[in-house]
């Protein structure tokens, strides 16, 4: 059985609605990378999505943040547009990438807004041909700025994590369009029309403790950045299995 969720020190709910998640300005920051000089970092990471990382559309877009953006796992999922500033090398166009990880020492300590990028992402910071020789110079300045996540053709998914029971339910978000980020979400059980908030454990990771809870389960999500809601009807099945994935006929960006 998994880890009751009132005993893990995370389970808090969330802080109210921030800022908004696309913007036009941007804000400087330092970058640097880690994993395989064309890898995509590490597998799975601070936000729990696991091998996702390593496949489309997350594959050599990821990145690790500090504290500041990483937000004890709220900023999971969150986009970034980056742009290194040193035109003998970088290229002027910038790079898009999902948050999945943390960072939370060296260069991302001391209250510092930094990225620790894939290698991949990281190498395409540099004009063709230079990836390597920018690699070579570790930390870097960039700018960068929120934008909208996109996930063509995907909607969003909800994985039931391991340990999940009709007791204690975790659920992992996956591909969630828009904003990227979760600030609060609601489960309703079965021929009920009450919505039961479900708590934030780390990363991209809530979990409900009652029960016996009945499925099938909608699930109703509310972005951090801007409040934004959508409501995915039965997206859980009855007899629904724990590691399985039940993907909505929803996205934020549709």
Sequence with gaps: MGIPCYFLVSCILLSPVAAAAVSQHWSPATATWYGSPEGDGSDGGACGYGSLVDVKPFRARVGAVSPVLFKGGEGCGACYKVRCLDRSICSRRAVTVIITDECPGGYCSGGRTHFDLSGAAFGRLAVSGDGGQL????????????????????????HVNEGSTNYWLSLLVEFEGGDGDVGSMHIREANSNQWLEMSHVWGANWCIVGGPLQGPFSV????????????ARGVIPQNWAVKATYTSRLNFNH
């Design 220 to 231: 109703k999500l509310t972005t951090l950045s801007t409040g934004k809601t959508l409501s």
């Design 135 to 158: 690699r070579n110079r570790g930390e870097i300045p960039v700018i960068f700025r929120r934008t909208p996540c996109k996930y063509p053709g995907r909607n969003i998914a909800f």
